[in-house]
């Protein structure tokens, strides 16, 4: 039974992780249309910059918090940033172009980012270190229920219930789900359509850059090679909950973190990734749309 | 031509790209040994290079906005729309010129130049044949395969398997390869095809990792990471040749392979499958409007493609007679779409001079080759922001009407 609870909480913190990439695939998808697939790339420069920042803060003798707030801020802030320059440069100029074009634009992206922190940092893994204690309150259950997951869960649950109220209540997520409904529609009636986009693409940027250093530090390396294996299950939870829709993001992120764990557990562990794809594959054959997405149809 | 206004905004975005590289250009942690290792100089070339390039990047936009003005006035732009390549071809009496001498050239670069420069040219033919394979389904059907590398793996694992497992030879495993490559292209294909484009391009994705995990990890099967070994070189009613032999032999196959393929591919093209694919590409809807089976030509091009990256995963293995699933991972699809990409899509001799730049360039730039995923990668963006039909890019089929109201030969 402990296994069984251990597995359980692993797979959820690992879905937890995954909802926060899958964010922002699912939030971009529905406003733009398109597959962003540096978005993985964006996690992975959150870690590097969260790891660069935590060393130094480190060095320089910070108190622990202090690290972990910092350098959250540094991955968010410099995230946002990426994932805002990358709209500019690689997606605005083709937003009237084939969806084939963007995607490949998209694609070439990520094979430049990957490349560009090969370059500027190292191809080795870097160990990073472990910024969240242990707790002592955890410590009847630390053998099943590590503090980072708990981390992960929480911090997960909290920008969740912020990103849910920033959608529902406020202006700006009242113009970003106009926007994603009918983008003409939404220019007529005075949103800033550019505008939405950029903030669409920040906001996912910044969860991505959180999940980015959560993850690095429970897993304890990274590498420039991170943000693509974890960019495609991400993008999996998202088409697995259907795209485009948020609180399916989330759920089909803890399906397949739940499956990932327990299929790694009780089955074998050499073939983790290859339960992933063959889910996607699964669900693209029976429910293309996902579990709560809404079936796509077309107008001639 | 450098107002004042220009040169305040690339100063802006020159300073944001310094903003915005600064963690990871500038400064290089080490967590263990604790020290931080500050690299300014990197932080004064990207303020240059970011300000240089943003006006490139803006006259890079200005120049296709007026193009794309040009265009929408009337169709004057038909004949000079061409570049030279397409007009010396659709001249037979160049086009004959330009073969022959290039013909003859392939026939005698192996002994003129060194077997290393075989080699690598034997490489690069190798990349012609899948650029061109993979022209068909993303250039002509419009998929987008990511998962291309999947079916060169299949093809070359066939022939490195048979000949393990049962002793069978490079000419009997030529086709088996090419067809059980297309084998799964179809079955690959009968699911996702029904799907919209960009899940396509993603399941295929997850199929190119899948082949090479399966690979990687079956070890009765594949000989997991380690690969196989051992494979032999294809063979010449049962001759004993030398390396080098066997070497510019290989190279002679490649060149068959490659007029096969471009006549294969150019008479494709132009029948009622390759019109039908075009169709596709441009309005499924219509098309289908017009009694096109969608799934059917769909299927076909795909597995088409896929036959293709099976013949040269055949001879992959047969030339380098040693495979392990590192061969196959997704940088090598990524290196295939670039090909297809900068080449034009669509377009045949856009796709062969892709692949000849693509795979030759960083042979002989050694020093530029730590770059090369990275240009690649830079490549897929400006190419589809400012050139999205290629170098070398197909022209449609387009009828001008002469004075005899002759249709207009088309080579492409």
Redesign the interface.
């Known amino acids: 039974m402990d296994y069984f609870i251990e597995l359980l909480f692993s797979g959820l913190s690992r879905g937890a992780i995954y909802a926060l990439i899958a964010l922002g695939y699912t939030m971009v998808y529905g406003i733009i249309g398109?597959?962003n697939f540096a978005h993985g790339e964006i996690y992975m420069?959150g870690a590097?910059?969260s790891?660069?920042?935590a060393?130094?803060l480190?060095?320089l003798g910070f108190p622990g918090l202090a690290i972990i707030l910092l350098a959250g801020l540094?991955a968010v802030i410099?995230s946002a940033?990426?994932g805002y320059?990358i709209e500019k440069?690689?997606y605005k100029?083709?937003r009237h172009?084939p969806?084939?074009?963007?995607?490949?634009?998209a694609?070439?992206?990520?094979?430049?980012?990957?490349?560009?922190?090969?370059?500027?940092?190292?191809s080795d893994f870097?160990?990073?270190?472990q910024l969240v204690p242990d707790f002592d309150f955890m410590e009847p259950i630390a053998h099943i229920v590590g503090s980072s997951d708990m981390v992960i869960l929480v911090t997960t649950t909290v920008v969740m219930i912020c990103l849910t109220i920033l959608i529902k209540y406020t202006k700006i997520g009242k113009a970003m789900r106009a926007t994603s409904q009918d983008r003409t529609m939404a220019m007529l009636v005075g949103i800033n359509v550019n505008r939405i986009i950029s903030i669409t693409f920040i906001i996912g940027s910044s969860l991505a850059a959180i999940g980015g250093m959560l993850v690095a530090s429970h897993i304890g390396q990274i590498n420039f090679y991170i943000g693509?294996i974890a960019g495609?299950k991400a993008?999996?939870a998202a088409?697995l909950g259907g795209i485009g829709s948020i609180p399916g993001a989330v759920l089909g992120s803890v399906v397949l973190g739940l499956t990932e764990s327990f299929a790694t557990g009780y089955v074998s562990s050499?073939?983790e990734?290859?339960f992933a794809?063959?889910l996607?594959?699964l669900i693209?054959?029976f429910k293309?749309s996902g579990l709560l997405g809404k079936a796509?149809t077309?107008k001639? | 031509m450098f107002t004042f206004e220009e040169l305040k905004r690339s100063f802006l975005v020159s300073i944001w790209f310094v903003f915005l590289t600064f963690p990871i250009m500038v400064i290089r942690v080490d967590s263990i040994e604790k020290t931080v290792q500050w690299r300014w100089m990197n932080m004064v070339y990207v303020a240059i290079g970011s300000f240089i390039l943003s006006f490139v990047f803006r006259y890079m936009m200005q120049r296709k906005e007026m193009k794309s003005e040009d265009n929408g006035d009337g169709d004057k732009k038909d004949k000079t729309g061409r570049s030279f390549i397409h007009r010396w071809l659709a001249d037979p009496k160049y086009r004959n010129a330009i073969l022959g001498s290039l013909l003859a050239a392939a026939i005698i670069f192996p002994h003129v130049f060194s077997t290393y420069q075989t080699s690598i040219m034997t490489t690069a033919l190798m990349y012609v044949v899948l650029g061109l394979g993979l022209n068909i389904v993303v250039g002509l059907a419009g998929l987008l395969d990511l998962g291309y590398v999947a079916f060169y793996a299949v093809g070359a694992y066939t022939y490195a398997l048979l000949y393990h497992f049962f002793g069978v030879g490079f000419w009997v495993a030529l086709p088996i390869g090419g067809l059980l490559a297309a084998l799964f292209g179809i079955l690959l294909g009968i699911p996702v095809l029904r799907l919209r484009g960009d899940y396509l391009a993603i399941v295929t994705l997850g199929f190119g990792e899948i082949i090479r995990l399966v690979m990687e990890n079956w070890g009765a099967f594949s000989q997991g990471p380690s690969g196989v070994s051992n494979i032999p070189r294809p063979s010449f009613f049962g001759i004993d040749m030398s390396l080098d032999t066997a070497l510019v032999y290989t190279y002679y196959l490649m060149i068959l392979l490659v007029i096969f393929t471009i006549f294969f591919v150019n008479r494709l093209q132009d029948s009622r499958l390759g019109r039908a694919w075009i169709a596709l590409r441009e309005d499924e809807i219509a098309c289908q409007a017009m009694g096109i089976d969608k799934m059917k030509t769909k299927l076909v091009a795909f597995s088409l493609g896929a036959f293709w990256a099976g013949i040269v995963g055949v001879i992959f293995a047969a030339k380098t007679t040693f495979i392990s699933p590192r061969s196959f991972t997704f940088i090598e699809s990524a290196i295939i779409l670039s090909i297809v990409v900068l080449g034009g899509m669509g377009s045949i001799i856009g796709v062969i001079f892709g692949a000849l730049i693509l795979i030759l360039l960083p042979e002989y730039l050694r020093a530029l080759s730590e770059y090369r995923m990275l240009a690649f990668g830079a490549i897929l963006v400006c190419m589809m922001v400012f050139r999205p039909q290629g170098i070398i890019g197909s022209i449609r089929r387009t009828y001008t009407y002469q004075n005899r109201k002759k249709a207009d030969g088309e080579v492409s």
């Open positions: 398109l597959i420069i590097f910059t790891f660069i920042i060393t130094i480190t060095i540094a410099w940033s990426y320059t440069v690689a100029p083709l172009a969806r084939l074009s963007a995607l490949i634009s694609i070439g992206m990520s094979m430049f980012l990957q490349n560009y922190v090969l370059l500027a940092q190292t870097l160990p990073f270190p693509f495609i993008f999996t088409v050499d073939y990734d290859v794809f063959s996607l594959v693209l054959i293309p796509d077309q001639v």
